[in-house]
């Protein structure tokens, strides 16, 4: 979904057994609501093909957020634990305070500056999908 200077993408490579994310821009609680709401969907939908499942968070250009905002993200990563996601991995840079926020709030969480570390991270122990 898109807005002006804001928006976020996702999809599911199913082969791997990865739930891609993509934000950026500022957001107000409302747009935050409509990606969690987005986010929860697809994971519905991999929850049913009973394989683990990992995340590609690419928060490269989201850029710092109130923390009414970061609440309703973090809760639906929070979800996403509780539903079976078995690893976050987040792109971005380690200085970013929402990456920080975030890996104190997710032990499953790593900090990844490159999309091709973070996806090896990922695949290191998840069988591939037939």
Do not use: C
């Amino acid at each position: 979904m898109q807005n002006i200077g804001k928006g976020f993408a996702i999809s599911i490579e199913a082969k791997k057994n990865i739930l891609r994310t993509r934000a950026w821009g500022q957001w107000d609680t409302n747009f935050a609501n409509t990606y969690r709401e987005a986010i929860l969907e697809k994971i519905q939908e991999i929850r049913a093909s009973g394989n683990r499942w990992n995340i590609l968070a690419d928060f490269r250009d989201f850029f710092p957020q109130t923390p009414d905002v970061w609440n309703v993200v973090m809760q639906q990563f929070v979800m996403t634990k509780d539903a079976g996601i078995s690893n976050i991995v987040y792109l971005g840079n380690q200085e970013t305070s929402i990456l920080r926020e975030g890996d104190r709030v997710l032990t499953n969480g790593m900090i990844f500056e490159q999309e091709v570390e973070a996806v090896a991270w990922l695949l290191q122990d998840t069988p591939p999908t037939h």
